[in-house]
């Protein structure tokens, strides 16, 4: 069954924070179409203004297509609100508070990006909630919703299974990304990252201005914060007996808890970090293969070898050579 994703967009949105996830969702309709045969698409795409037609963004130029009104819409499954410097006036419509408490209580996964998080406090859906925005506008938050425990320094949060919220504009596609894990698993979740050139799907824990961090999965697991520190930690032991210790859990429990939550045993998942980590490397660096193995917990040049041929059938030498921006 199709999945209804629609998307609330007004004037003055922040054109990225709609169509950043948007795309996110796109791309996984056409891998699944390609990949899986669906005879439909896994998602439906919408967006939704004030009414049809044209919606000025707040980039000079820029605009979107609304298919239809919100007011027109009755239900969906997941519902996307945007940021952008026109929340303001659109969280003080009285009309569209309560279609989103309407929409909530009909069943509807509500998410928002950047700003959006602000609509959501206007119309309540934050009171008792953990909840996240640009770090530009946590005070603002905690204005409008003073009992919303805030955390400040998050990618994207998880209130529950049907209300998430996301810090500024790339944020919105990490979300997306975390949407489709949960939807589908993490195995598709990182196929598109890296057909996006996002190389890898940040967890909602990461701060929102520290450096770009890789991590697979929910971000109120254990495990997701585990997966955080395994993408630093590349060069030491990150063998089952020792990741289940972190975690403190026995380490069958640990295999099958974290193969149910990425869809990858751990070892599995351990192999791919290291994959991308050295492919990065030679792309982006002159560095020697004995350091980049090094660098990656792979030991040695020969082990960086062995693997570059078995997944990816080529030399790290030719991989350089073909991929290389250095």
């Known amino acids: 069954m199709t999945h209804r994703v629609l998307c609330l967009a ?21 891998w699944l179409v390609q990949q899986k045969s669906l005879r439909e698409p896994a998602y439906s795409l919408e967006v939704v203004a004030e009414q049809a037609g044209t919606v000025a963004c707040s980039s000079p130029g820029l605009a979107l297509q609304a298919a239809r009104s919100w007011r027109e819409v009755q239900a969906a499954d997941t519902l996307l609100v945007a940021g952008g410097i026109g929340w303001e006036r659109i969280a003080a419509d009285l009309e569209l508070r309560s ?73 919105g596609m990490d979300l997306a990304l975390a949407l489709i894990q949960r939807d589908h698993d993490a195995a598709l979740a990182l196929e598109i990252a890296q057909q996006l050139v996002m190389f890898f799907k940040r967890s909602g824990s990461q701060p929102q201005r520290s450096r770009t961090l890789a991590a697979q ?3 109120h697991d254990r495990i997701a914060e585990l997966q955080g520190w395994m993408v630093d930690h590349l060069d030491q032991d990150l063998s089952v007996p020792t990741l289940a210790r972190r975690v403190s859990m ?14 990858l045993s751990p ?19 002159s560095q020697g293969l004995t350091p980049i193995a090094a660098e990656v917990g792979l030991g ?9 041929q078995r997944h990816l059938s080529m030399s790290p030498q030719q991989y350089r050579s073909q991929f290389s921006g250095a």
């Open 10 to 30: 007004y004037r003055d949105v922040q054109v990225l924070d709609v169509t950043g996830p948007m795309e996110v969702f796109g791309r996984a309709n056409r």
């Open 250 to 263: 026995s380490p069958r429990n640990f295999a099958r808890r974290f193969q149910q939550t990425s869809a």
């Open 99 to 171: 279609w989103l408490r309407a929409m909530q209580a009909g069943g509807a996964r509500i998410a928002s990006i950047c700003t959006g998080a602000l609509v959501l406090a206007s119309a309540g859906l934050l009171d008792g909630k953990r909840a996240t925005t640009h770090w530009d506008y946590c005070d603002r938050l905690a204005q409008l919703a003073p009992g919303c425990s805030i955390v400040p320094d998050a990618i994207y949060l998880c209130a529950n299974d049907r209300l998430y919220t996301s810090a500024g504009v790339t944020a």
């Open 217 to 219: 999965a929910r971000d």
């Open 300 to 308: 040695s040049a020969e082990s960086l070898r062995r693997l570059f």
């Open 267 to 285: 070892a599995r998942y351990v192999e791919q970090l290291r994959l991308e980590a050295a492919r990065r490397r030679l792309e982006e660096s």
